[in-house]
């Protein structure tokens, strides 16, 4: 008699825990709400919320926070994703709430600490109790000390001291009037686990993660494109380069890197063999001071 070994596949394990953290989360709040910029690890969410419930429609709207700083390939992507699915897109719009006075643009140029408080009106706004975000444990050392279910106070704050045991895969999503839970269902995945979904589930993303020739500028050991947001300073010089984006974010902060993973097959080969995480190798906030990520997500940031 032949006896078959049914194994799932480490791809399998991650799509199925994800899967069932989506399942958890409408089952458990009333108001969930699912963050997507049209960066990787957002679309492959979305993927994964496609197939949690289908054939129904995702039962929760999708948001963007809009820096107004974004790739142009980036916003493009979003859009016409969100057409495919037919799924309701909140923007919360950073240039709109600079101009209503609610934050006041940073001498630097950099709009991302100033996403926070445009974060927490919309989700006061829309009444938002949970919010699923694509953060995951390997990117940065405070993005390590979160649970799944990431518990925040009625102010939309994070305190890594006060939050819930998930032993057993049991996650606690009772709160109070106010508070809300952010939610990672790609917690436990790597830079290099997103990318093998993306080959496996043949799903597109944004054209500039593969590699492409750019007029670029070297600031602090970085290769920034020279775009409206971002210009060279005195004594930077600008040349164009072949290369991808391994995250994307403001195009005022995320730089590039020299790369000809013009395929996602030579993608996954160059980020096997890198030793840096892509938030450490390509952005700008990050190294403002070792603190500066856990410093964002106290403020309510993601």
């Known amino acids: 008699m032949t006896i078959h070994e049914y194994q799932l596949s480490q791809l399998d394990l991650l799509e199925a825990e994800a899967v069932h953290v989506f399942r958890e989360v409408a089952a458990e709040l009333e108001r969930p709400v699912l963050l997507f910029s049209g960066g990787k690890d957002s679309i492959v969410m979305l993927r994964l919320a496609e197939k949690a419930f289908w054939p129904a429609p995702m039962p929760f709207p999708v948001m963007h926070v809009d820096t107004g700083h974004n790739f142009p390939e980036v916003l493009e992507f979003r859009d016409r994703r969100v057409a495919e699915l037919g799924v309701n897109l909140v923007v919360a719009s950073v240039p709109d709430a600079i101009e209503r006075g609610l934050v006041a643009e940073e001498p630097n140029g950099s709009r991302n600490r100033i996403q926070t408080p445009v974060l927490l009106e919309a989700v006061e706004k829309h009444r938002f109790t949970a919010l699923f975000g694509g953060a995951r444990r390997d990117e940065e050392k405070a993005r390590a000390k979160e649970r799944v279910f990431s518990f925040r106070d009625d102010f939309g704050q994070w305190d890594p001291k006060n939050q819930r045991p998930e032993l057993w895969n049991l996650y606690n999503g009772r709160i109070h009037l106010g508070e809300s839970i952010r939610v990672f269902p790609l917690s436990n995945w790597t830079e290099l686990d997103v990318w093998h979904y993306i080959q496996r589930e043949q799903i597109a993303v944004p054209s500039i993660y593969y590699a492409h020739e750019r007029e670029v500028f070297e600031r602090d050991g970085m290769l920034f494109a020279n775009n409206e947001f971002c ?63 856990e410093d964002r997500k106290k403020e309510g940031y993601f």
């Open 231 to 293: 210009r060279p300073r005195e004594g930077e010089t600008t040349f164009t380069a072949t290369v991808r984006y391994r995250t994307v974010g403001d195009a005022s902060l995320t730089a590039a890197v020299r790369s000809d993973a013009d395929t996602v097959e030579k993608v996954i080969d160059e980020i096997a063999a890198t030793r840096l995480t892509e938030r450490g190798a390509t952005r700008g906030d990050d190294r403002v001071s070792e603190a500066a990520m």
